[in-house]
């Protein structure tokens, strides 16, 4: 069974930093596809960034680029996604996702991954 579990979320400042984590069990990082969405309240989930198999490439959203930085760490089945120079608009709930597809390229749809968290909460002050 999948599992993925968000944490780092939190309140802070504009242009503040957070680092948010998404541990996962029952399948392997390094060899899957993985991603970050994000939906604020009354809108859709919308993509922010994702990484291949080994890390070899990476997308963002216009939204985030710049700013934010997705990761995995093998030794630890985790992938981090750094948020810095945070604005008010990045509030949202920020979501992990895995793609059962293994060796696949950066996936960037809401339907390309099958394997969800349960979310983290992002809030931003101004």
């Known amino acids: 069974q999948v599992q993925l579990v968000e944490s780092g979320g939190g309140l802070v400042q504009a242009g503040g930093s957070l680092r948010l984590s998404c541990a996962a069990s029952g399948l392997t990082v390094s060899i899957n596809p993985m991603g970050w969405f994000r939906q604020a309240p009354g809108l859709e989930r919308e993509f922010v960034a994702a990484?291949?198999?080994?890390?070899?490439?990476?997308y963002y959203a216009d939204s985030v680029k710049g700013r934010c930085t997705i990761a995995r760490d093998n030794t630890k089945n985790t992938v981090y996604l750094q948020l810095n120079s945070l604005k008010p608009e990045d509030t949202a709930v920020y979501y992990c996702a895995a793609d059962s597809r293994r060796y696949g390229g950066v996936r960037r749809g809401r339907d390309d991954y099958e394997y969800w968290g349960q979310g983290t909460q992002v809030t931003v002050s101004s």
């Open positions: 990484i291949s198999w080994g890390g070899g490439n990476t």
